[in-house]
């Protein structure tokens, strides 16, 4: 089975040469270098690696230097900006770097982030996708609605759904009624354009690892979804605070709830399909 972590963020240390644009509560550094090694101990192949917005905006310069130390395991993703009346020759440059995959918009209810859906930046961002045939990742937690219509004005665009269309804590506990949004994200299931990740799920637990009570409201998302279009995922380091890495995956690795073929599909094969890569370990 290979095992693909649908969404990791790496960096590097804040510093003058690659300053952060705000400071999360992750830790100080996780290299490219760092997140392979992590991934070894658990048994991860490849990774999906997202340009972090939160510490360097549309700058996706670190990513494609760790994919290029890293070509086997790596996939990248790059954050573009809506407001930028040029992002259709940004998308067009980025289908041209090496490991490319897939390009990310956001659309949640935070400050500068929470737009119309017919914001003409996101037809232009969806326009270029269809153009150069990559999906697109849209965060739109806590703003479900406003995600669907964004999907719905643009059918013929390949979206790519990031952490369930849940709000995810950054820090314990979950809070009470963690999945409350799950009948909307349920619903956004019949949207054949759209696939889902299922990343982070552990920080939504209200109970210790390994998380007993998240398979209830995840089997409801398998069944709505169907396996072939739940990329699962660890949101590492996002979910540092929450969860270290082994705790991410080992639970989907060991639960009773997936049988093989539910498990190699969850784990590695939607997300190979979604994003038309798989990783490649060199001399492994």
């Known amino acids: 089975m290979t095992i693909i972590d649908s969404q990791v963020h790496a960096y590097e240390a804040n510093t003058p040469k690659r300053p952060w644009h705000s400071v ?17 101990k658990v048994g991860v ?5 997202i340009s972090a917005f939160s510490m360097y905006r549309y700058d996706a310069s670190y990513a494609v230097q760790v994919q290029r130390a890293h070509p086997g395991r790596f996939a990248i993703v790059k954050p573009v900006d809506p ?15 090496p490991g490319a995959v ?17 914001d003409p930046g ?16 849209i965060l739109c937690w806590g703003n479900v609605d406003a995600g669907t219509a964004v999907i719905d004005r643009h059918p ?25 949004d799950l009948p909307k994200v349920l619903e956004l299931a019949r949207r054949n354009n759209a696939v889902i990740k299922v990343s982070g799920a552990c920080t939504l637990s209200r109970r210790p690892y390994p998380f007993p009570d ?30 270290n890495y082994a705790q991410a995956v080992e639970p989907f690795l060991a639960t009773d709830r997936l049988n093989a073929g539910e498990r190699a599909m969850l784990m590695g094969g939607a997300c190979a399909k979604a994003y038309r890569w798989s990783p490649r370990i060199v001399g492994g």
């Open 214 to 243: 998240i398979w209830d409201p995840l089997a409801r998302v398998f069944d709505a979804w169907g396996f072939d279009r739940c990329l699962w995922g660890t949101d590492w380091t996002r979910a540092y605070a929450v969860v």
């Open 24 to 40: 999360p509560n992750w830790p100080d550094h996780v290299t490219g270098d760092e997140m392979v090694a992590a991934m070894d």
């Open 102 to 118: 897939g390009i990310r918009i956001m659309l949640t209810k935070d400050p500068e982030r929470d737009r119309d859906p017919a």
């Open 122 to 137: 996101f037809d232009r961002i969806c326009r270029a996708a269809v153009q150069h045939d990559l999906p697109v990742n």
């Open 156 to 180: 013929d665009t390949r979206f790519i759904i990031d952490h369930l269309a849940i709000l995810q804590p950054r820090t314990p506990p979950a809070p009470p009624q963690p999945w409350a």
């Open 45 to 49: 192949d490849g990774a999906i690696f």
């Open 83 to 97: 407001d930028d009346p040029a992002v259709a020759d940004v998308v067009a440059d980025w289908k041209r770097t």
